[in-house]
């Protein structure tokens, strides 16, 4: 492993400095990254410890509630006033990796996290990731990658509580040379705009909170987090539901793909048809269909077109109270 320059900052703007340096990288929980240096996918010239910053609360103010970078996936799980405002993030958090995960791995550096194509992490590829000419998953192993938005590069965003939280309409609060507030979907970058990044973030910034909007009563939510095995593992798929009701009927309609694309995805497809329709399973069913609606297959996934469609309609039935 190359040799590093280790900074432990005291304050976000020490921090924001200490990152702008050529080379440097922000180290959390160090779930991935350490993996990624002994894996030699990076080799940064410093490493800014975020251990000291004061980033490790959830707050409530103006009616939201702000999440702290180093909150962990653990704190988001137990948090009871979070589980009764915004149960689907809780179970997003309390679904992901081990329980030793769980309390290292941080929100900010969940949402940093980089994919977790088996190519793109082995060191015996140049990916285009990696700087290469080839997406090995398109002709390789792609049992687990995108089944939408893979034409330039097939690995899936790894965060499953991105998911819930771009259904929440959740905004991510960035410190750097000029501060900054960007919608969670928008932060993620599809291949086709930067290969090289999967998140908004340019050298010197730093994410400092994670906003989620306060849900008025009428707007039901849920989560699914499908897996290969009962045990901790990665998901096949995972799903997000908000459908904001009126009576039986749905004036209003989030419905978020994870583990499907190179970024969480709208399924704006579905959206449409649950928007001003009574939700019953009929509505669910051919929203699921729709939500499946171009989807591009490689050789080894088109299991993954099938279990999405399925996991849609029950995720919108459960959000309505009608769990199948
Ligand atoms: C067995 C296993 C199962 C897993 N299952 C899941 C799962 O189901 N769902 C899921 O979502 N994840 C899963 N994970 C991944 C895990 O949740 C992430 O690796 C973890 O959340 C990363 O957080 P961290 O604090 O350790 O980040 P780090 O490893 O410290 O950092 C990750 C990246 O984010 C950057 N970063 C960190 N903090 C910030 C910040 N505040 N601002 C800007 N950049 C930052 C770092 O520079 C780095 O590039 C699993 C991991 C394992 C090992």
């Not at 398109?138 to 939408?148: K, S, Y």
């Not at 009126?246 to 709208?266: I, M, S």
């Amino acid at each position: 492993m190359k040799s590093f320059e280790w900074v432990q900052p005291e304050s976000v703007a020490e921090a924001t400095a200490a990152l702008a340096h050529p080379g440097a990288m922000a180290l959390a929980g160090g779930v991935d990254l350490l993996d990624r240096l002994k894996e030699r996918v990076d080799a940064p010239s410093r490493l800014v410890s975020l251990r000291r910053l004061p980033l490790a609360e959830i707050v409530e103010a103006d009616g939201e509630t702000a999440i702290g970078a180093r909150v962990t996936l653990a704190q988001i799980a137990a948090d009871p006033k979070l589980a009764r405002s915004h149960r689907i993030l809780a179970d997003a958090a309390s679904h992901a990796a081990t329980p030793q995960v769980r309390a290292m791995a941080t929100l900010g550096g969940n949402l940093a996290q980089r994919p977790r194509c088996w190519y793109f992490r082995s060191e015996a590829f140049s990916c285009k990731k990696n700087g290469g000419a080839t997406c090995f998953a398109h002709a390789g192993d792609n049992q687990l990658h995108a089944i939408f938005g893979n034409a330039t590069c097939a690995a899936t965003h790894p965060s499953t509580l991105a998911t819930a939280l771009v259904a929440l309409g959740a905004r991510v609060a960035i410190a750097g040379k000029a501060s900054r507030t960007v919608d969670l979907h928008g932060f993620f970058l599809a291949p086709e705009k930067d290969l090289a990044r999967e998140v908004d973030l340019a050298p010197g910034e730093l994410i400092t909170h994670v906003v989620v909007p306060k849900l008025p009563a009428t707007v039901k939510t849920a989560y699914t987090k499908q897996v290969a095995k009962q045990s901790f593992d990665w998901p096949i798929v995972d799903v997000a539901v908000a459908l904001r009701m009126d009576g039986g009927t749905c004036k209003e309609a989030k419905v978020v793909l994870g583990a499907v694309a190179p970024t969480p995805r709208r399924a704006t497809e579905a959206e449409r048809v649950l928007t001003g329709a009574a939700v019953d399973v009929i509505t669910a069913g051919r929203a699921a269909k729709a939500a499946v609606t171009g989807a591009t297959p490689l050789a080894h996934n088109d299991h993954k077109v099938a279990i999405l469609e399925v996991v849609v309609a029950r995720t919108i039935l459960a959000a309505i109270g009608k769990a199948v």
